[in-house]
């Protein structure tokens, strides 16, 4: 849908393709989380120690035809703050 197409060019596909295997597209859902489709196994397990991140290429936003806002903070990661080689914010 549109929506995730939005997710994408806003947050962008990360370093692997939006795979959601690298975690560099992770964002942080401050508010309306609800709006967005559930987690699959694998980023769920990713993400497990930070409940209200996201992987942007994998979140699609008004899933199930829900309305409504929320607040999206991009990861500091995604300005150059984060080492690739420091995996430890995704476990």
């Known amino acids: 849908g549109s929506s995730d197409i939005f997710v994408l060019l ?5 370093d692997c393709g939006a795979e959601g295997t690298c975690g560099t597209c992770v964002v942080n859902i401050t508010e309306g989380g609800d709006l967005l489709n559930p987690q699959k196994t694998q980023e769920a397990q990713m993400l497990v120690k930070n409940p209200r991140w996201r992987l942007a290429c994998k ?4 899933f ?4 409504g806002s929320m607040t999206v903070r991009v990861n500091p990661r995604q300005w150059g ?5 420091d995996k430890t914010a995704l476990q």
């Open 10 to 14: 806003l947050f962008g596909k990360g």
């Open 64 to 67: 199930g035809d829900q309305e």
């Open 59 to 62: 979140a699609i936003v008004g």
């Open 81 to 85: 703050d984060y080492k690739k080689s």
